[in-house]
């Protein structure tokens, strides 16, 4: 097995069970960004062996206040299975969790493939829904600590997602009043505009970055902007949504 291999299993397994384990680059601090996406693809690799799909990709650290949150500032993708998906409203188990938080986003849905270097308008018109999210990441490292090439070995911390109903996106995106609620008081508050200024932005940069990687944005795909606030670490009992100004609300309760 080769040294990627390992690595990519031992982030598989810390997922699998919710353990936390050392930074990679504790031992392995020249690891570079590209052998960290190599990490990533074997692991996702291992969940597609295990029978889970495909269904899009995720964008990371697209607003500063994340950025500042996670002390990491370049922009990180990942990919998305549909065991990651969580029903509209439902319970998020937190023992299946290390140590979890919501984050709001807002999710494209591809009507048409895209993929490479795209303009905000080509990037629109590939894009056929566009609904109101939440984000659950949990970092697989103790203390939710890394450095870039940890996060992106970790599949940028992706966990899980839910998502709102989809509308035609016929507005403008690009300043969308957004509020995250913990049992009904406000904690998080921003606009869709904390995302690299306009989500459709995060859009581009997903079919730019893809492509890097020999793989496209396909319809059917669904491509996560990246967190619009700061995330909110998850206590059992609570009761989480965000609201997305004419998008509508997603929200979940945290059980054990
Ligand atoms: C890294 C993943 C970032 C986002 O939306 O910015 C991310 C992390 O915060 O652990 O998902
Ligand atoms: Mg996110």
Known sequence: MTALHELALRVDEAARNATAIPQITDELPNLGIDDAYAIQALSIRRRLERGERRIGVKMGLTSRAKMIQV????????????????????????????????EPEVV??????????????EAMAAVEGVAPAMEIIDSRYQAFRFALPDVIADNSSSSGLVIGSFVKPSFDLSNLGVVLSVDGMPRQIGSTAAILGNPVRSLVAAARMVAQWGESLEPG????????????????????????????RVAITVGD
């Not at 029903?87 to 938080?101: C, K, N």
């Not at 996560?224 to 609201?243: K, P, R």
């Open 108 to 121: 494209y849905r591809m009507g048409r493939r895209l993929a490479g270097k795209v303009t905000a308008l």
């Open 71 to 102: 002390g990491v500032d370049e922009v990180i993708w990942g990919r998305l299975t549909d065991a990651m998906l969580l029903e509209e409203g439902a319970s998020l188990s937190r023992a299946r969790y290390v140590h979890p938080r919501a």
């Open 221 to 248: 795909d669904i491509v996560m902007a990246g967190g619009i606030t700061a995330a909110h670490a998850l206590s059992i009992g609570e009761y989480v949504q965000t609201d997305i100004e004419g998008l509508g």
